[in-house]
């Protein structure tokens, strides 16, 4: 495992909710990002608690968070070490109430 790989492994089974995405919680820099927060915030989630990882920030993580989870996209959300998936799928889940259920059971 290369350490870019071993730091996002740590990153992801270090923090109960964590969000890859393209700037911060309080200031998204892409839509796809802005949504997952969005999202996020509607299932209870205090913004300030959630760790995000701004990938613009670093390049090595930006582009090694897609081989880590063999997903073409960002943001992504892993909860509890789990990969749960983009901004697409966490709308799907969200819509279904699935997502509440995942992020409930993570206290």
Not at 37 to 52: P, W
Not at 67 to 80: A, G, R
Request: charged residues 20%.
């Amino acid at each position: 495992m290369s350490d870019t790989q071993q730091r996002i492994h740590a990153l992801v089974n270090s923090n109960d909710i964590l969000l890859f995405m393209k700037g911060n919680a309080s200031f998204p820099m892409c839509g796809f990002s802005g949504r997952a927060i969005q999202i996020l915030k509607a299932c209870g989630v205090d913004t300030k608690t959630l760790t995000t990882v701004n990938v613009l920030e670093d390049e090595e993580i930006r582009q090694g968070i897609k081989e880590y989870s063999n997903w073409p996209t960002i943001p992504q959300l892993y909860v509890k070490g789990e990969f749960i998936g983009g901004s697409d799928i966490m709308m799907e889940m969200y819509e279904s109430g699935e997502l509440k259920q995942v992020l409930d059971t993570q206290d």
